[in-house]
Each structure stands twice: as structure tokens, then as C-alpha cells.
């Protein structure tokens, strides 16, 4: 009494349905929306705050007496090889000047290291030397990331003071252009 | 098989054709979580800090050449053979420095401020293999 | 073709269930597309650093020509010109086209106070979050038409030139929960100023008492101030920059003649006598000053002052003190004054009567009164790199969100 030949409607119909919720399931199992470049963000905010406090450090404040510029805090302690006025002033004057109310911490925190290095050249080959390394105790290795390289040239009339026994061999004892990089991590 | 029906085939094609559709938004998605990746990776590749350091060195290096080369004794002064001696040194250190620690070629043209002439043009080549600078001239009064 | 408009039962079954889940689906779609409209977090970073390279990198710019109305000749001479944007008053603003701090373009990351004061001035600049004339969005986050919300705020972090009060400057709104933010470091270069004690050298006092002119001059020579052995964050550059210069001790410049015959002593002490009647003595008053001139190259003929505006502090230590606003041309009514003269002048920037540039020079003159008692005060004050106070560059932070 009741036709079976139209019974393959309601097949197509849960066919086609079941072909686009299988599809769907597909598509929304896949894409991910995820909030993208989060580290790359940081990582450019850092590099531009390293890079704007090597800048001021090597940016003397005033005119001598006789009008010359002044020398640079950085070119007096690559000069002298001051470790501890190098990290003093790199973290403690700026990264971390406290008393100052930030807006946000997210680069500019207590939680940043900073490892720095001169680089000068030997006859046709760079060498370099430890300016500051950061004490043993690195805080928790797991949660650590990547670092960011801030690098300026300093001009130095000689060779500096206080040097290591192979640097100071190495180094000439003229005018020369020599490369402090400094190494920032937030642990 | 005769007496099958085809007029509702075009109920699976409906289907068929939301899925192919469902596919193509899922491309357009995937290719959108590339863009704001590029962004910040676009501010960290390009070398602006590097050309900055670069040229104010330059003009430094310049300034110390054509004062004299820092020295003070009579024999030393600008033009002299220890000013040349320095100041091809110092062009070496620069040269090594950028290509050994950036990867970058960097060439630094400062012709000599000597015979008459008014002023000099210096000029800085940089190349990091992604992103070149040049600036010629850079006219300085002797 | 059926004429009977029955539908078999299976059709309505299948297409219902093809129609029920079509309709999931659809309300799945929506989920997939929020990735593509959402607004945070992706791009606002990038606008805050542009931002800030923006502020940080760029000394800013201002045309000629007025941007409201349509520039038909970039050229187009106005009376403003195309002097530093933070020198356009409000009948120029929209001429600027970009706001930017830096000293110069050779000079990253050194900012210029005068820059800094104009564009935290929130009476000058638009700053309502609901304003489709919003100025720092059109001139800064260069969106007339998406409403970022933003806060810029700028504080220095090595104390500022003496007496000048700590930095903290901001515009914008208060932060919210998420926000693309970057962080700056900068130096801030600070106008220079002079201070003139009449009393300590001679090079100041009046010999004679009957000079044709009691004045003083403060030379500003062009050749000396743009020297390029001067690097150019330490340039004292009075084109851009106003100055301040402070005269004390001008009591002691007064009567100071004795009785006939001259040296002239110098201590007011000493009256001076009425010539009309010798044997009077008049005791010393206030000394007066007269007229403000120009000297353009140093050596012409004055010419009344002309400047934008002059700022003129009379005995400011004193309750008798006064200041006044002197716009240019108006001649200065006498003016007693006990002790202390203090001028500011505004940026020198041409074009006017006056031309001052790197190659010219230019003398201002103070003129006192002649007629008794007289104001024994002469000579010419340098205003260069050793006898004026050239504050050092302080540090700063600035920081920049964007929402």
C-alpha cells in the first residue's frame, strides 16, 4: 500500500546530512585559533628596550669645557672594564629603575639577565671577551626564554684596562672600533 | 537498479556543495593566523638598530679622522701616515665586526678631506642579505 | 509531472533531515569566522611600536600649505611658513603632518622639551576619546577613522635641569585590561639659559656718566652658536629653541657717579649729584627701562623688538614684581626696576624683520633711562657655549599603548 521507491530521499537526505557535519567536525578539529607571534612580540619589545639603553648609555650628556663631547659611559666602562657599573647600569638604572610606575611589566622586570661580550678584531679573525656574566644561580632553566641579542660599536682610543691575559695580549693598543653585545633573557 | 530514482540526487549535491564550502573557510582561516606572526617577525628582521649603530659611528669615525685622529703629538695629525694606518684599521674592524657577528657586508667610502678639496662625501653600503642600505653622498666640510 | 501536489512521505523525511542539518552547520560557520574579525592582540603591538618610532625617531613635520582646505601649491607662502610644527599656533594646526619629538632626524632618541610640552598640551590638541577630530589620532596613529584608544605618557628618570620639577606627562585614556604596548628609552635635551650679574665685572658698568645710550646687550651670534665642530644634540639652537636670561644686581649700577671729578665709583652709596642745582644730591631710585630694540647683524640701526612673544619678569623675588606678555612692535611702556630683569624670548624663527640663522647675528638691546638718576649699565653679553648654563641631557621613558 505504501511505495518503497521514494525511501531513497530519505537516504540522500541523511547521507548529504551526515556528509556535512563529518565535514564540519573535520574543519573545526583542524584550524586552530590561537593567538599567534605571542613570543615574537616580546622578543621585539625587548630588542627595542636593549637596543634604546645601549644607545643612552653611549650618548654622553654634555660638552666638555673646551666643547668636545664628553666620554660615554659605555666607552668609560668598556675602557675600564667596569662588570659590575656595566650591570648596575644596564638593569639597575633603567631596566629595573625603581620608583618608576610602569604601565605594564612585561619587558622591564626583575626577572630579565643580561650577559655581555666585546668583540674586537685580531689580525683578520674577531675574538672576544666577557664584559658582565650573570652569577650562577639562573633562576628555574624550564621557564627561561629565548634570548635577545642587542649589540652597539664602541670606539676606543686603546687598549682598555683591566683586561683578561689573552685579551690583553690580543688586543691592539690603538684606535679601534670593538662590538658590545649584550645577551637579555627574562627567566 | 531501474527503479531508482534520480530526482533527489540533488540533495547530496546541496550537501557536497556546503562541505566544499566548509573547506574553503578553512583555508582562508589557516592563512590568517600567518599574518599577525609576519608582524612582529617583520619588526625583528629588519636591521633598523644595526643602520642606526652604523651610521653614527661612521660620522663619529669621520669626525675623529678629520680632527686628527685623536693624537696629540705634531707628527700625528690628520693626513699623516699614522692617521692612514689608524683609519684603515679601523675600517677593517668595522668591515669584520659586521660580517662575522651580523651577517651583513658593509662597505664605508670616506675619500680623503686633503688637496684643496671643500668638503668630503662619505658614503655607507650595508647588505644583511634581506635588506640593503645605501647612502651616498654625505657631504662633510673639511 | 504529477498533477496530484502529494509529496511522498520519504521526500519530506530525507529533505527535513538534509534541512535540520544544514542549519547546524550554518551556526557552526560563525565560530570559524571569529578568528578572522577578532581585534586584539594581533595588530595593536605593531601600531604602538610604529608609535613610537613614530615619537622617538621622527622630529615630525608641518607643510605650508593648510591641509583642511586643500593644498593647491605646497609652496604656498603663508605667514607661518614651514617653521617646526611645535611653533604652528591654531590657526596652522592642521598643517601638521606628523607628530614627532626627536631633535633632529640625525638624532634618535633625543627629544626636544619644547616638542615634548606642545604635544602633551591637551588645549592645543584634541584629546577626546569620542571626537571624530581627534587630533592624535589623525596625526600620530594616522586613523581618522578607527577609534584606537591609546595612552602616551612620557617621565624622566635622571632628574631634570635644576629647578625644573620631575617629567611625567601623558595623554590618552587610562589602561584597560589588554593592550599593545612598547617601551622606550630616551634623552631629553632642555633649553638653555643665563644668568647676567652686573655687578661682578666691570665689562658691565658704565664709565662715563654721560653716555649717549645706557644699554645692554645680549649678542646672539650665529656663527658661533651653529659651529660645526658642535655635535648636534648639544647645539644651542635658537631658531628652535626659546632661551632665558636673567640680570641681577642692577642696584648696584645706579647713580653711580661721585662728585665732580670722575672715576665713577661703583657702589651706590654714592649718590649722584643734581646738575641742575650741585649741591643737591639725589639719592638713588629705581632704575628704569626704557625700550627693548633689535640690532639685526649686530651692527645695523635698532629697529623696535620683534619677535612672536617676548616674556619680561621684573624683580620676580619682590612683591613689587610684575610680568608681562610683550607682543612684537608695541612700544614698552618705562618700567621701574629694583633688582632683576628676566627676558624670555620665544624661538627665533624666521621670516620677520629680524634674520637670525646660522650665519647671521643678532644683538638685543635693553635700554635704560638717561636722565637722572641714571642707569650706569653698558656693554654686551655673549650668549654662547661658556657663559650660558647648558643643562646635560636627561634620561626619560616613554611609554606607548595602544587598544
Known sequence: MVKDGAQLYTMEGIAAGLIMLLTTYLVLGSTSVYTPGDTHITDMQLEQVGSDILKIMDTPRNLTNSLRPNQSDLALMVNTTDQQGFNTSFVGTYLNKPGISAEATQSGSSRIMIKATVWFRNQSSLQSYQLYAPPGNLGNFSAREPGVRVTRLVHLSGKPTGLGPIASVNMRNKPQEALVEVLMWQV | MAGIDNEGQWIIMMGFLVSIGIFFLAIVISQSTLVGQTTAEGVLEFPKNDIQDLRHDVLLVEKFEREGCGCSTPGCQYGTFGCDSNMTEIREDIKQIFLYRKSAIVNITLPRCGGGSYSREVGIHFNNGVTAYDEYPITIYC | ?403
Request: charge should be negative; glycine fraction near 6%.
Open chain 3, 1 to 403: 509531472m504529477r498533477d496530484s501536489a502529494q509529496l511522498p512521505v520519504d521526500f519530506l523525511v530525507g529533505f527535513t533531515i538534509f534541512i535540520l542539518s544544514l542549519i547546524m552547520v550554518a551556526n557552526f560557520v560563525p565560530s570559524l569566522l571569529v578568528g578572522l574579525q577578532r581585534t586584539t592582540g594581533i595588530d595593536y603591538d605593531a601600531v604602538a611600536y610604529r608609535t613610537g618610532v613614530v615619537l622617538v625617531e621622527d622630529p615630525g613635520e608641518k607643510t605650508g600649505c593648510d591641509l583642511g582646505t586643500g593644498c593647491v601649491d605646497l609652496g604656498k607662502p603663508d605667514s607661518q611658513g614651514f617653521r617646526p610644527w611645535e611653533q604652528a599656533d591654531i590657526y596652522h594646526k592642521n598643517e601638521i603632518l606628523r607628530l614627532g619629538l626627536a631633535v633632529s632626524s640625525n638624532t634618535p632618541n633625543i627629544l626636544s622639551i619644547n616638542k615634548i610640552n606642545r604635544f602633551f598640551d591637551t588645549t592645543f590638541f584634541n584629546d577626546q576619546f569620542d571626537s571624530t577630530t581627534n587630533d592624535y589620532r589623525s596625526k600620530l596613529l594616522f586613523s581618522p577613522t578607527y577609534q584606537y584608544g591609546y595612552n602616551v605618557t612620557l617621565q624622566n628618570i635622571s632628574p631634570m635641569k635644576a629647578g625644573e620639577p620631575a617629567l611625567k606627562m601623558s595623554v590618552g585614556q587610562p589602561y584597560p585590561a589588554g593592550y599593545g604596548y612598547i617601551r622606550r628609552y630616551v634623552l631629553i635635551k632642555q633649553n638653555t639659559n643665563a644668568t647676567v650679574n652686573v655687578n661682578k665685572t666691570m665689562a658691565f658698568n658704565a664709565v662715563s656718566d654721560d653716555q649717549v645710550k645706557q644699554e645692554f646687550r645680549i649678542r646672539l651670534d650665529g656663527r658661533i652658536l651653529y659651529n660645526r665642530s658642535i655635535d648636534n644634540p648639544y647645539k644651542i639652537d635658537l631658531l628652535r629653541e626659546p632661551f632665558t636670561i636673567r640680570i641681577t644686581n642692577l642696584s648696584s649700577v645706579l647713580n653711580n657717579s661721585a662728585k665732580n671729578p670722575s672715576p665713577i665709583a661703583n657702589s651706590s652709596s654714592q649718590w649722584a649729584t643734581n646738575f641742575n642745582y650741585p649741591a643737591e644730591l639725589l639719592p638713588p631710585t629705581n632704575a628704569t627701562l626704557t625700550n627693548i630694540v633689535f640690532y639685526p647683524s649686530c651692527t645695523a640701526p635698532s629697529i623696535p623688538f620683534y619677535a612672536d612673544r617676548m616674556n619680561l619678569t621684573v624683580d620676580p623675588e619682590l612683591p613689587s614684581g610684575s610680568t608681562q606678555i610683550l607682543p612684537s612692535g608695541t612700544p614698552l611702556t618705562p618700567l621701574p626696576v629694583v633688582n632683576t630683569i628676566e627676558l624670555s624670548v620665544d624661538p627665533l624663527w624666521p621670516p620677520g624683520v629680524i634674520l637670525f640663522d646660522e650665519y647671521n647675528c643678532l644683538e638685543i638691546g635693553l635700554v635704560f633711562q638717561n636722565n637722572l638718576p641714571h642707569t650706569l649699565v653698558t656693554g654686551s653679553f655673549l650668549y654662547d657655549y661658556t657663559n650660558v648654563t647648558r643643562p646635560s641631557l636627561s634620561t626619560g621613558m616613554l611609554e606607548v599603548g595602544i587598544w
